[in-house]
């Protein structure tokens, strides 16, 4: 933290103390009056900023008094829930009283402009019907498959140079961002080798947006900060323009590559999603920009936290580890010493279909370590809840997935374990749980469109990485923990010693840095 943030933060915590009694007499003296059951008080902004390094140990434990509560701000209050009736009453049975609203807008769209994830109503209608349309496709996933398996391959291999300890989430970040890039623009980044300054400065600048992003929640005079350009809102002014340069200069590449195309016919084929957008006359670089980043925030994180716990959690129980190599070598049938390009291309929709305890067990990952910990909405006018409490127009509302898959009320007395057998029936097959008890996804109509897209990620680089390697953690004895960031990045990042599978039927991963001789998934993709 720095001193500017330091000596803000003891300014807002005295105000705080002097002001905390006053706030909670006028929002009770105000349920009083009104006659209105609400939601118990269980604390105010200040407990959230004391606890932030911890923040989600924090609400979880809330949440564990209680299914749904109030924590009180200056301006207004916030409702937390983790009771899947009052999920499922304002993500779809009144999903037009919950949107992100002009407060939630105001802390997101210094990063996210009017993408999909900061805005409401026709502009939310317009980029989710773009977006859905492109998930459908064939074209898309068959694309996204190729790329995902060539990044996987790449992946792999800068593992086979690595004679120390790698720290596999900073690798996967940068492999997420690669592919990513080449979905969305057709644009090699290749910021996995290293050498790709841009993009290097671009994850960085991502990454404390992110959690500067997160702390406006806690932080009552950030809007102060960024007028008078001090603390973490200097910081994330900078950070944005970086973002801006990097994202705005891969739009402009790709415009100019396309107009330079000779035959124009050629545009219905592209199979990258910036091209299908200027095709279909959506030109404005502005909007361009903001769903490339919305694009960007759904998938680049998301896609490489869930994995970096995934191996942590491979790492804490090796024989889930064995068991899932076990079933990958089984259902894609591979010859021993077969290639780590071979395992990759054998890894079709039907073999991922196949692989239900790696889905199971991805599953299972997401339920204890969500990629998006929480999310917020505003309620639009006063409201009523399917527990017969109430919330008020203004209010923020926030639903827990972090701290819903730890809920012993919804997953047992051992909701806290990392057990992938919950999520299979008697027969093996993975049985899924409703969206509004495993809330990862959001649900309703804000659920998450590229869900099938995310799994075939998360099975493709694991049954790769998996089939390839035994992964081990470097430091028994270090704790591991989150971030408390708008994602769930693993702070200090995660830290493993990988030993190359050979004989037996496990794929030998010949040592190369040599990246781009990838003769069969380079054509693919």
């Known amino acids: 933290m720095s001193v500017m943030d330091f000596v803000s933060t003891a300014i807002a915590l005295s105000l705080a103390v002097t002001l905390a009694t006053l706030v909670i007499r006028h929002h009770a003296g105000r349920l009083r009056a009104k006659k209105k059951s609400y939601h118990p008080v269980a604390g105010t902004v200040l407990n959230q900023l004391f606890n932030f390094p911890r923040l989600h140990h924090y609400m979880t434990e809330l949440a564990c008094r209680y299914k749904t509560y109030r924590l009180l701000d200056l301006s207004r209050s916030a409702v937390y829930t983790v009771d899947p009736a009052n999920v499922e009453y304002m993500l779809k049975t009144n999903f037009a009283n919950y949107g992100k609203g002009l407060y939630m807008h105001s802390i997101l769209s210094d990063v996210l402009g009017n993408g999909i994830f900061a805005v409401d109503g ?126 705005y200069k891969l739009i402009k590449s790709k415009i100019e590559i396309m107009h330079h195309l000779e035959d124009k016919q050629s545009l219905i084929t592209k199979r990258d999603f910036v091209s299908r957008l200027l095709d279909s006359n959506e030109t404005d670089p502005k ?147 409703s969206p509004f008890k495993f809330t990862a996804f959001q649900a309703g109509p804000r659920i998450c469109p590229g869900q099938e897209h995310a799994y075939m990620y998360m099975k493709i680089f694991s049954a790769v990485l998996l089939g390839s390697y035994i992964f081990k953690l470097a430091d028994e004895t270090k704790v591991v923990n989150y971030k408390t960031m708008v994602s769930l990045q693993i702070d200090g990042g995660l830290y493993l010693h990988a030993t190359p599978r050979s004989g037996n039927g496990r794929p030998y991963i010949p040592c190369s840095k040599h990246l781009s001789r990838l003769h069969y998934i380079n054509s693919l993709a």
């Open 287 to 433: 909007y361009l920009r903001d769903m490339v980043l919305s694009f960007m925030v759904a998938g680049k994180d998301s896609l490489a936290v869930t994995p970096s716990w995934f191996l942590y959690m491979m790492c804490k129980h090796l024989q889930i580890q064995e068991k899932i190599a076990q079933e990958v070598r089984e259902v894609i049938n591979l010859k021993d010493n077969s290639s780590v390009d071979e395992l990759a291309a054998s890894l079709t929709d039907e073999a991922l279909k196949k692989m239900q305890y790696l889905h199971a067990a991805l599953t299972e990952t997401i339920r204890l370590y969500p990629a998006v910990p929480m999310d917020a909405k505003m309620c639009f006018s006063d409201d009523t809840w399917p527990d017969g409490l109430s919330v008020k127009k203004g209010d923020v509302i926030v639903y827990q997935p972090y701290a819903m898959g730890r809920m012993k009320f919804l997953w047992g007395d051992d909701a806290e374990e990392f057990r992938p057998e919950r999520w299979l029936d008697k027969n093996g097959q993975f049985q899924d749980e």
């Open 122 to 247: 026709g502009k939310w209608r317009h980029q989710r019907k773009a977006l859905s349309s492109e998930f459908s496709t064939k074209m898309l996933r068959d694309f996204s498959s190729a790329v995902f398996k060539l990044g996987a391959v790449k992946l792999a291999r800068v593992i086979a140079t690595c004679d120390q300890a790698i720290e596999i989430q900073d690798l996967l970040m940068k492999s997420s961002l690669d592919s990513i890039i080449k979905i969305l623009l057709g644009i090699e980044l290749d910021s996995l080798s290293g050498t790709n300054e841009e993009g290097n400065r671009f994850s960085i600048a991502f990454d404390q947006a992110n959690e500067t992003t997160m702390f406006r929640f806690v932080d009552i005079f950030w809007k102060i900060k960024r007028f008078l350009n001090i603390g973490r809102e200097a910081v994330l002014r900078e950070n944005s323009s970086v973002i801006d340069q990097f994202v």
